[in-house]
């Protein structure tokens, strides 16, 4: 993709930077979150985000999976949802065979909004 | 999420490439939840606080939000970029000084042990796990990388420690009554 990593480095600020131009366009402000999520993003990691309601984070979540033309997929957490909610589940098909439905935990980013809503059995299903 | 697959019916089942969880949690209603394990809040890199907006924000997110504008965004990276880049921050090196300051900064939160800190034995009960010590070094890298830099320095790994080490601490009751609060007290490790 890029000769050396030098010149990747390089290319990677520059489009670090149209990223967050793109962003802001929708968000407005919140500038230190916009960049500890996409450093978690870069890292592999997962990230956490607390915060009282109506402070866009979802918003912000669908804003950075259409920059990065990722999918993406929401779950609301609920105390009453089962591990195969998330993950999903074989149900009959129709040639008589059991065959498995993926749950919308099968895409690029996850938003897993409230996830303290649920019991830890539904966490531990893909923490 | 650490593993990035799941068994169904005993089958295993690779999740999608990159795989990133963000969750969202309410730090104000706590009435029918159900904390998050201490071991399941170690695989998240980052503990995000979000704050109100500023008042200049706030304003424009009014005026934008309750007009009918339309904004269309533009795609920036693909899937294979991304992990390219994944793959990059990976590959960048690190001095040993930046390594070892990362590692005892870690080292530094665990109370009553050889490293730790004085305002960890006062005020902490648990520390940070190795993991942290993974994230602070991964994470300075990253930051390094979008401030155009090749390696991390001591700054890059201070400017992540908040986020990484907030829900890896646990305080213990003379925090609470005397008010330190966890980000005074990281802020006192990284001096």
């Known amino acids: 993709m890029y000769k050396t990593d030098v010149e990747a480095a390089d290319a990677f600020v520059v489009k670090y930077k149209e990223l967050n131009a793109e962003i802001s366009k929708i968000i407005i402000g919140q500038d230190e979150v916009i960049k500890d999520v996409l450093i978690s993003i870069f890292s592999k990691g997962h990230c956490l985000l607390v915060g009282v309601p109506g402070l866009a984070k979802t918003l912000l979540v669908n804003t950075i999976a259409d920059v990065l033309g990722l999918s993406y997929n929401r779950i609301q957490f609920t105390p009453d949802l089962m591990p195969s909610d998330i993950i999903g589940s074989e149900i009959l098909g129709d040639d008589r065979h059991f065959k498995f439905v993926k749950g919308p935990l099968f895409a690029n980013i996850i938003l897993a909004d409230e996830i303290n809503r649920t019991p830890p059995k539904n966490t531990s299903s893909f923490a | 999420m650490q593993e990035r697959s799941v068994t169904a019916a005993g089958k295993r089942y690779e999740l999608g490439n990159p795989f990133f969880v963000l969750a969202t949690q309410n730090p104000i209603e706590q009435e029918g939840t159900y904390p998050l394990p201490e071991a399941q809040l170690d695989r998240f890199m980052f503990n995000v ?6 008042y200049e924000d706030e304003l424009l997110v009014v005026k934008n939000t309750t007009s009918n504008k339309k904004v269309e965004l533009k795609k920036i990276l693909t899937a294979e970029e991304i992990i390219y880049f994944q793959e990059l921050v990976r590959r960048i090196p690190v001095t040993d000084n930046v390594l070892e300051y990362a590692v005892k900064l870690a080292a530094k939160t665990r109370p009553n042990t050889e490293h730790g800190a004085a305002v960890s034995n006062s005020y902490l009960s648990w520390g940070a796990g ?50 330190m609060s966890i980000d005074k007290i990281i802020a006192e490790l990284v001096k």
């Open chain 2, 49 to 54: 606080w979000l704050d109100y907006p500023k």
């Open chain 2, 130 to 179: 190795p993991r942290a010590s993974q994230f602070l070094v991964i994470g300075a890298k990253c930051h390094a990388m979008i401030k155009g830099k090749y390696s991390p320095d001591i700054e890059d790994v201070k400017a992540v420690a908040a986020a990484i080490l907030r829900h890896r601490i646990v305080r213990n009751y003379k925090a609470e009554a005397e008010g």
